[in-house]
């Protein structure tokens, strides 16, 4: 099973950018697809975006324009751009891996069987 763990997370103001990285060990992340979810306070674990081993990328229409999940297999690591924050996109943000033996979309969390501890995105006025 791969294990994940993110990092690029920090406060920052709206407007502003930020990269998050998932970086991977333990099996080859261009095996798996890839998603990144977030958690608001108060709120359930949302879809953001997922990339999928054929590079086919699909994102949440909150994030859509802003956000790009792009992947670098030399690095086994995939990464998550955010431009143009804002205050409500803030929230704890998870990368997550599955494989599954049907086509799926990847939207949903019981579709990926391997998750990082995540990683704190703060979005100030």
């Known amino acids: 099973q791969v294990q994940l763990v993110e990092s690029g997370g920090g406060l920052v103001q709206a407007g502003g950018s930020l990269r998050l990285s998932c970086a991977a060990s333990?099996?080859?992340?261009?095996?798996?697809?890839v998603g990144w979810f977030r958690r608001a306070p108060g709120k359930e674990r949302e879809f953001v975006a997922r990339?999928?081993?054929?590079?086919?990328?699909y994102y949440a229409d909150s994030v859509k324009g802003r956000f790009t999940i792009s992947r670098d297999n030399a690095k086994n690591t995939v990464y998550l751009q955010m431009n143009g924050l804002k205050p409500e996109d803030t929230a704890v943000y998870y990368c997550?891996?599955?494989?599954?033996?049907?086509?799926?979309?990847?939207?949903?969390?019981?579709?990926?069987?391997?998750w990082g501890p995540g990683t704190q995105v703060t979005v100030s006025l």
């Open positions: 997550a891996a599955g494989a599954r033996a049907y086509p799926t979309g990847y939207t949903s969390t019981g579709e990926y069987d391997s």
């Open positions: 333990g099996r080859s992340v261009s095996a798996y697809a």
């Open positions: 990339i999928k081993w054929s590079d086919s990328t």
